[in-house]
Each structure stands twice: as structure tokens, then as C-alpha cells.
């Protein structure tokens, strides 16, 4: 939305406390969730963000013809899918979700689990970035949006093994100095400070 420039309200949801109201917007339980002024209540990234690509047109973040969208499709769903249930889920649910919600102890083969798969991760975007401008193709798209909102929340617990892998390094660089993503890196978890270079736009 912020690289559409269009205002939005954030909201904290605590899914896990299971609010009724929340529960009448989105019967899944699940974030995130956007309520349109005058218009639908939209839950699931992917329909959220085609319905804003389909409303609010420029600029353009699919992809220019069926074969750039289908790409940047595809890089979501890798990134939301795969990144998130090898990497994702096994870092930020053991160091931070568990803390949140006293859950006991971060399970150490999970945790060593996500630090060794985030490598191969990192290597496919080293391989796609070899000879596009951005993830998706030359132009900046979801794809980017996707695999950089994952790769912040590895990076605020200090994860990301940038110096085995300059040029993803580089790429996450280009996306971290966009007006649009400055806000995400002005965010911080109270009791948990990000390190040092997680808001550095030269790391």
C-alpha cells in the first residue's frame, strides 16, 4: 500500500485471544485483514493485494504481461509457502511467539533447523538476482515485497547470514533504501530490540 502511496490504518490484532469481532471480519482467525472504507472486508495477503492491484492499478506490482505475473505469483507463493513454513515459522515462532505467549523454552532443532535452510534461500535469491533487476523480472513487484517482509523478520532477531551471501546482501539493500519500506523498519517488538543494523540502510 505504501508503494501504491495509499493510506492505511494499521491495527494490532492478537489473533490467539480469538475476538469475536475480529472472528465476524475473518472467520479464519488469521491476519492480515483489510476493511475498504464504503467497500468489501478482504483476509488473505494474496486476495488483499490482487484486489488492490486491480483497484488501484499504478504502479503496477504483477508484472507487465501473463508470463511476469505468473512469475511473481510464483516467488510469492515460494516465499509465503516454502520460506515461511523452512525458515519463517521455525525462527520467529521459537524466539519471539513462544516468549509472546509463555510457551516454554525455544526448541534448539528447530532453531538450527531454520539457520541451515535459510542458506539455500538465500542462494535462490542470489540465482534469480544474477540476471534480473529485481526477484521477479526487471521491475519491482510483489515477489520483492514478499521475500523482503520475511527476510525483515529474520533480520530483527539478528539471523540473516548477509556476509555469507553478498549478493542477496545487495538486493535486500536496494529494497531496504524504498521510501515505502522505511515504516516496516521503524517497527520494533517491546523487550526485543532489533540489532544495530537491522534499520541501516548500508547495513
Known amino acids: ?39 468489501p472486508v478482504l483476509s488473505n495477503s494474496s486476495a488483499i493485494t490482487e484486489y488492490l492491484e486491480e483497484v488501484h492499478t499504478e504502479p503496477g506490482l504483477l508484472g507487465r504481461d501473463p508470463a511476469s505475473r505468473a512469475e511473481t505469483r510464483r516467488l510469492v507463493g515460494w516465499f509465503d509457502e516454502k520460506f515461511h ?68 523478520c529474520i533480520d530483527y532477531l539478528g539471523d540473516v547470514p548477509w556476509d555469507e551471501h553478498g549478493r542477496a546482501k545487495d ?13 516496516i523498519l521503524g517497527d520494533h517488538i517491546p523487550g526485543y530490540p532489533p540489532p544495530k543494523q537491522y534499520a541501516d540502510l548500508d547495513f
Do not use: Q
Open 1 to 39: 500500500m505504501a508503494e501504491k502511496k495509499l493510506d492505511v490504518e494499521t491495527r494490532i490484532e492478537k489473533v490467539w485471544e480469538r475476538r469475536d469481532e475480529f472472528l465476524a471480519l475473518n472467520p479464519a482467525g488469521t491476519v492480515p485483514v483489510l476493511e475498504v472504507p464504503s467497500g
Open 85 to 152: 513454513y523452512e525458515v519463517t515459522e521455525l525462527l520467529v515462532y521459537e524466539k519471539i511467539t513462544k516468549r509472546l505467549l509463555s510457551l516454554g523454552e525455544p526448541n534448539s532443532a528447530a532453531i538450527r533447523a531454520g539457520n541451515t535452510n535459510i542458506h539455500v534461500h538465500m542462494d535462490y535469491i542470489a540465482w534469480l538476482s544474477e540476471d534480473r533487476r529485481w526477484l521477479g523480472g526487471d521491475d519491482f513487484s510483489l515477489a520483492d515485497i514478499a521475500a523482503a517482509a520475511h527476510l525483515s
Open 171 to 183: 538486493w535486500y539493500a536496494r529494497v531496504k533504501s524504498r521510501p515505502s519500506f522505511r515504516g
